[in-house]
């Protein structure tokens, strides 16, 4: 692809730009973001009026379950990406707890392999203990030589303070990001939501936030001793905002990302036994959803992940108990974002782009959520202010567990591009075809 | 108000001072039929009531089975043991295939708090919640409201006192919306291990002083503690319980004189109630259980039989 965005605001967080300006991509690269990069005699550049819409580096989602190997009733890593695709999303990191559990070379390489036919960019996650049980380090060396991105226990949190000191220290030397679930699983037994007056009412068991706060501090405190890079998974809660915004304050190095999901949603939501709103990390309070997002408003939060959790209807067509946790996400993450931060004026634009693409990307050391020419042309392009209602019906994802079917919301993407090539939507209007290149 | 507005019973949080008020109404009717000779009115005649236990019971399960036999419905019953839910069968197809067989009114005990509400969804016949986790048992709300009302003539201005294993208590939770509905003053009292989070936020007084609680108190409704809870870790010892919670003759001298004294059963006598107190002059456990006959025909025939009169139809 030899093309030019012509006219959109282009937002680029690492670059500080946010301005009108044209991109230029050749060979799936930037190639130049400026003011009136000149086509008229190009040859075989193809032109985009982009005019009205925003031009960003493509989403970069840390935080997905693709469910395949062991699922694939539930999702595939090509469904998966078409849903990350249809959300804007150019990078996507697959989460190990799949069956077999990525904690091993061979299953790395092959989430590794199928995400490379789906045209987005598709990162493997390791666990950090064999088969997710928390006791014996898996063989984290071996899957970053494979191609890993970073290690994980996400769903099965390693409850040894040794274990976890060990794969941090391991880790630390392979420099992978050690990405943690933060939950006292001793705190949190046959429990299906937050605990608190919801749930008092509701006569179903809470977890108490301590069960989360308690382990986040433990997971400073040992990032703190071992020296790893800290990643501190879907954020739910007051406490653990105030725990990493101290940690930050005082030199440690963590990083985190929340949900959508948490700054939208409380534990009324399960107040009907709706089990679309079942997820762990359970919903919180109000309190808790206001400091997600003055947490995210003042940098605490570094990131916006989505949790995409696809089930299938009989996974959550069951009784409270039984129904499975987690819900989709990668498709209503953006029009969330707009509604629930930007429009209320929590986030800039800017900032919520960036919460969506260079900080997960920093995270995760990739050369990828940037504009910078030279960088793979990973962009999305959307309209913030185009009405979009949720219906699960018509999602990419084969998971329709969304508590926000129906929802009205603000902001779509309207096309996607990754590494040049377009993966989803379509540009509304095609404004002229160059014969010849002038540079 | 003569008539219920609503296909289900799913719990009394969710229902008016007036709908309550109308199903005392008609369980004081009710009651009257069970005193006859001939315990019998063909009012659900032709309707067919299952009652669908995934928890083991006899006197709700029994209780709402007369209830519906004396009104001349068809009764069928089913539980985990020795039906396709222990096949594993998923509790949508076991309702949906019990709705195919024609069944009017779903009675349901089960495990998980809110699957009466999934079930309420999934069929079309009423469902009424005999039960749920540890959310609400309606029934034994308005079981307990209809023996307060018999001895103390009104439930406005009430002390009720609650004792026992509130954490997992849905009758608890039924009475405390209940009677705060009917203008009571509930008091829940146990120890702290044993009260859920955050309930002082609801319209009700909690202590862990069981003598205190029970100060001036009308009513006394001790809760049972269940043996599963007992080797827990939710408090050191039986003995302890017994001695620090326990409801005895010396105890119960704080509240009013004439004081009434209830327990949903079963009871561990001995620990959460002394047997004196059990028997003695206050207690009134076996009206609880006739009454609960009489709320549950109540319920049944506002649900479905609607209109008529009960007592020549």
């Keep these: 692809m030899w093309a030019l965005l012509k006219g959109g605001r282009v937002i680029d967080p690492a670059n500080s730009i946010d301005k009108i300006a044209d991109v230029l991509i050749e060979d799936g690269r930037i190639a130049g973001v400026g003011k009136q990069v000149n086509c008229s005699e190009n040859d075989g550049l193809e032109v985009y009026d982009v005019s009205g819409m925003i031009v960003a580096p493509g989403f970069v989602d840390m935080h997905v379950h693709l469910r395949e190997p062991g699922a694939e009733h539930k999702e595939t890593i090509k469904s998966g990406a078409a849903a990350a695709a249809a959300g804007g999303f150019t990078t996507i990191l697959a989460m190990p707890n799949t069956d077999p559990a990525a904690d091993s070379k061979p299953v790395i390489e092959y989430v590794i392999c199928r995400g490379a036919e789906t045209g987005i960019n598709v990162l493997a996650c390791g666990a950090m203990t064999k088969d997710m049980a928390g006791q014996e380090m898996a063989e984290l060396g071996d899957m970053a030589e494979a191609g890993a991105s970073a290690v994980s226990d996400d769903g099965y949190p390693i409850q040894n303070s040794l274990v976890m000191r060990r794969v941090m220290e391991y880790a630390s030397m392979l420099g992978l990001p050690v990405l943690t679930h933060c939950e006292d699983k001793s705190l949190t037994a046959d429990a299906v939501m937050n605990e608190g007056i919801a749930s008092t009412v509701a006569g179903l068991r809470g977890m108490p936030a301590a069960a989360e706060v308690s382990m986040v501090y433990r997971n400073i405190l040992l990032a703190e001793l071992t020296g790893c890079k800290l990643h501190i998974q879907h954020v739910s809660c007051a406490g653990s905002v105030e725990a990493i915004r101290d940690a930050k304050k005082h030199g440690v190095m963590v990083t985190c990302e929340t949900c959508p999901q948490y700054f939208t949603l409380t534990d009324e939501a399960l107040a009907q036994y709706d089990t679309n709103a079942k997820m762990n990390p359970p919903l919180r309070t109000k309190t808790d959803v206001e400091a997600i997002k003055a947490g995210l408003a003042d940098g605490t939060i570094d990131a916006i992940a989505t949790d995409h959790a696809p089930h299938s209807l009989e996974d959550k067509e069951v009784e409270m108990t039984n129904a499975a946790f987690g819900i989709v996400g990668l498709e209503t993450a953006l029009s969330l974002t707009i509604s629930q931060l930007v429009e209320p004026g929590i986030l800039t634009l800017a900032q919520a782009v960036e919460k969506l693409s260079s900080a997960p990307a920093r995270i995760l050391g990739l050369e990828r959520g940037t504009l910078s020419v030279g960088s793979p042309a990973d962009i999305v392009i959307f309209d913030p202010s185009a009405e979009v209602t949720v219906d699960a019906s018509q999602f990419k994802s084969k998971g329709r567990n969304t508590p926000f079917n129906g929802w009205t919301l603000k902001g779509k993407a309207q096309a996607v591009i990754a590494s040049g090539r377009l993966v989803s939507g379509s540009f509304a209007v095609q404004s002229e075809k160059c014969s010849t290149r002038k540079d | ?313």
């Design chain 2, 1 to 313: 108000m003569d008539k219920l507005e609503r296909k289900d019973i799913l719990g009394l949080q969710d229902m008016s001072q007036s709908e309550i008020q109308l199903i005392l109404d008609t369980a004081v009717s009710m009651k009257e039929i069970l005193a006859r000779p001939v315990k019998k009115v063909p009012t659900l005649r032709g309707k067919t009531i299952c009652t669908l236990f995934y928890e083991p019971s006899t006197r709700t399960r029994t209780s709402f089975e007369m209830a519906a036999k004396t009104l001349s419905a068809d009764v069928t019953s089913i539980s985990t043991v020795g039906s396709s839910i222990a096949k594993g069968e998923s509790f949508k197809d076991t309702l949906l295939t019990l709705q195919a067989m024609g069944i009017d009114a779903f009675i349901i005990r089960h495990q998980a708090g809110g699957a009466p509400y999934f079930a309420a969804q999934t069929v079309r016949g009423s469902v009424i919640n005999a039960g749920d986790g540890m959310h609400e048992h309606p029934s034994q709300g308005l079981l307990d409201m209809l023996t307060i009302l018999e001895e103390k003539g009104r439930l406005e201005g009430l002390v009720v006192t609650i004792v026992g294993d509130i954490l997992h208590s849905r009758v608890a939770r039924s009475n405390l919306w209940g009677l705060t509905k009917m203008g009571a003053t509930v008091r829940l009292a146990g120890p702290k291990t044993l009260l859920p989070l955050e309930i002082e936020k609801l319209p009700v007084e909690v202590y862990t002083d069981v003598d205190a609680a029970i100060e001036g108190a009308d009513v006394v409704n001790v809760l049972r503690i269940q043996l599963e809870r007992m080797n827990s870790g939710f408090f050191p010892s039986i003995r302890e319980y017994a001695r620090m919670f326990g409801i005895n003759k010396e105890r119960l001298r704080r509240a009013k004189p004439d004081v009434t004294v209830m327990h949903p059963g079963p009871m561990n006598r001995g620990i959460e109630i002394t047997p004196d107190v059990a028997d003695g002059e206050f207690a009134v456990i076996t009206d609880q259980v006739t009454n609960g006959v009489a709320v549950r025909m109540a319920l049944l025939y506002l649900l479905l039989g609607g209109s008529g009169n009960v007592g020549t139809a």
